[in-house]
């Protein structure tokens, strides 16, 4: 059974926004640190943002302030809005937890993963 489950993808134009969200089957994700990756085709599996326990946040560089990502410790889901999208956006968007309060950004760091949405960006 998936214990991480992320929604919200799909085709969008340049310039739109996207919600993505990921719910979490276990109570005790919730006082985990999570964060977003992205795999594009052909590409290694890299950080997009991630977010403590407490709600401190981090982004990699090139995100430049379009998207947020937030959590809900009581519904136990953890969202990455997305404005401004580039075609060089477009990827497989996973959600990832770890069972530390603060967060990290490489992949070893964590342990539970998702199974991906994609998010495709048109010209």
């Known amino acids: 059974q998936a214990e991480l489950v992320e929604s919200g993808g799909g085709v969008v134009q340049a310039g739109g926004s996207v919600r993505l969200s990921c719910a979490a089957s276990r109570r005790t994700y919730s006082a985990y640190a999570k964060a977003w990756f992205r795999q594009a085709p052909g590409k290694e599996r890299e950080f997009v943002a991630a977010?403590?326990?407490?709600?401190?946040?981090y982004y990699a560089d090139f995100v430049e302030g379009r998207w947020t990502i937030s959590r809900d410790n009581v519904q136990n889901t953890v969202s990455l809005q997305m404005n401004s999208l580039k075609p060089q956006d477009t990827a497989v968007y996973y959600c990832a937890a770890k069972a530390k309060t603060n967060w990290g950004n490489t992949k070893p760091q964590y342990e539970y993963w998702g199974q991906g949405t994609l998010v495709t960006v048109s010209e």
């Open positions: 977010i403590s326990s407490s709600g401190s946040t």
